[in-house]
């Protein structure tokens, strides 16, 4: 998972990214076409993922799989988990990236937006984890990245709590699998400028804790590549991290309208 140019004579390993047409998700799609990678690309938009797809073949010369899928709908994830659970076609590396966030405050949201949001950043997680950590493990090799947030760690309501799970459930299984050869990773990324929050009908910011897409990636793979467990780019999210540690929820949940507007 280095940075440095893939050799030719290698087979290319397979990693299957969701939500993979915009934002992390099409970053770690190139990132990773570039560095040697055959792709699987999930996401719900036939015509998006497409064009992404035709452009990391002409681009990196990289075979690229598409599977149309809405990961709120059991039977659609369901065609994801078999394609990582093939042990004739191995995905070598899952990034559980697809997700989204609500604007309003809990009991302002639909409960079944409030539902959807919870199966894509916590059901398809598990689901979609259990389904490659078999394979990988009988291979004694293969990695997962989960894409959290920062926001795993204030109290910003039900958003928050999935990547708070996000956190705790890779955290127990980077320590289950490492002996088995399987890496998991939690990424943290703070506000980065994607189309994410345009989806929330958030301006995105430009000061310094808004993050650069491609700066992340590259961070998040060098952390994954070093085995670590839990990786949070730039050091303002690392002091702010470190600070949520420490500073009495009553007085984190006053922020958390930040990112809302």
């Given at each position: 998972?280095?940075?440095?140019?893939?050799?030719?004579?290698?087979?290319?390993?397979?990693?299957?990214?969701?939500?993979?047409?915009?934002?992390?998700?099409?970053?770690?799609?190139?990132?990773?076409?570039?560095?040697?990678?055959?792709?699987?690309?999930?996401?719900?938009?036939?015509?998006?993922?497409?064009?992404v797809a035709a452009a990391l073949r002409t681009d990196h010369g990289a075979a690229?799989?598409?599977?149309?899928?809405?990961?709120?709908?059991?039977?659609?994830?369901?065609?994801?988990?078999?394609?990582?659970?093939?042990?004739?076609?191995?995905?070598?590396?899952?990034?559980?990236?697809?997700?989204?966030?609500?604007?309003?405050?809990?009991?302002?949201?639909?409960?079944?937006?409030?539902?959807?949001?919870?199966?894509?950043?916590?059901?398809?997680?598990?689901?979609?984890?259990?389904?490659?950590?078999?394979?990988?493990?009988?291979?004694?090799?293969?990695?997962?990245?989960?894409?959290?947030?920062?926001?795993?760690?204030?109290?910003?309501?039900?958003?928050?709590?999935?990547?708070?799970?996000?956190?705790?459930?890779?955290?127990?299984?980077?320590?289950?699998?490492?002996?088995?050869?399987?890496?998991?990773?939690?990424l943290c990324p703070g506000f980065t400028r994607t189309e994410f929050h345009e989806?929330?009908?958030?301006?995105?910011?430009?000061?310094?804790?808004?993050?650069?897409?491609?700066?992340?990636?590259?961070?998040?793979?060098?952390?994954?590549?070093?085995?670590?467990?839990?990786?949070?780019?730039?050091?303002?999210?690392?002091?702010?991290?470190?600070?949520?540690?420490?500073?009495?929820?009553?007085?984190?949940?006053?922020?958390?309208?930040?990112?809302?507007?």
């Open positions: 998972m280095s940075s440095t140019a893939p050799d030719p004579a290698a087979p290319r390993p397979t990693a299957l990214v969701t939500g993979a047409t915009a934002g992390i998700g099409h970053e770690f799609a190139r990132a990773l076409a570039g560095r040697g990678h055959d792709l699987v690309l999930v996401a719900r938009d036939a015509t998006r993922l497409e064009e690229v799989e598409v599977l149309v899928a809405d990961l709120t709908d059991r039977a659609q994830l369901r065609t994801v988990e078999d394609r990582l659970a093939d042990r004739d076609l191995p995905v070598d590396l899952l990034v559980n990236n697809a997700g989204f966030g609500l604007k309003q405050r809990f009991g302002d949201n639909d409960v079944e937006a409030e539902q959807a949001m919870l199966d894509v950043l916590v059901t398809a997680v598990m689901r979609l984890s259990h389904a490659a950590l078999g394979p990988m493990s009988e291979r004694g090799r293969g990695g997962i990245i989960n894409v959290s947030s920062v926001a795993a760690f204030l109290p910003r309501g039900t958003y928050a709590a999935a990547k708070a799970w996000v956190n705790s459930f890779s955290a127990w299984a980077a320590t289950e699998y490492a002996p088995r050869g399987v890496t998991v990773t939690a989806r929330m009908d958030v301006t995105p910011g430009t000061g310094m804790f808004w993050l650069d897409v491609r700066r992340l990636v590259d961070d998040a793979l060098a952390d994954h590549a070093r085995g670590r467990a839990l990786s949070v780019p730039s050091p303002q999210y690392k002091v702010a991290v470190a600070l949520a540690r420490v500073v009495p929820g009553r007085a984190l949940q006053r922020l958390q309208s930040i990112g809302r507007r």
